[in-house]
């Protein structure tokens, strides 16, 4: 059984810009792994072959890593 639980966040100024951040970037790489998905050519009906595509991930999302834990 699912449960769907609405909750209203209600940040400081100093959360809210820090989730704001964490979104952004969120979506951003999310953009990334959909060009990156669309242009890996080694498809199999709808399935991609999963070393071609974490191959050509690993190069464009580690520019989002970070040392901050």
Request: a positive charge; glycine letters at 4%; aromatic letters at 2%.
């Given at each position: 059984m699912?449960?769907?639980v609405k909750i209203k966040l209600a940040p400081t100024d100093t959360q809210a810009r820090a989730?704001?951040?964490t979104l952004v970037l969120c979506n951003?790489?999310?953009d990334v792994v959909s060009r990156v998905?669309?242009?890996v050519e080694d498809r199999r009906g709808?399935?991609?072959r999963r070393p071609d595509?974490?191959?050509a991930l690993r190069h464009q999302?580690?520019?989002f890593r970070t040392d901050e834990g």
């Amino acid at each position: 059984m699912k449960r769907v639980v609405k909750i209203k966040l209600a940040p400081t100024d100093t959360q809210a810009r820090a989730l704001h951040e964490t979104l952004v970037l969120c979506n951003t790489a999310a953009d990334v792994v959909s060009r990156v998905a669309q242009a890996v050519e080694d498809r199999r009906g709808h399935r991609f072959r999963r070393p071609d595509l974490d191959t050509a991930l690993r190069h464009q999302l580690g520019r989002f890593r970070t040392d901050e834990g």
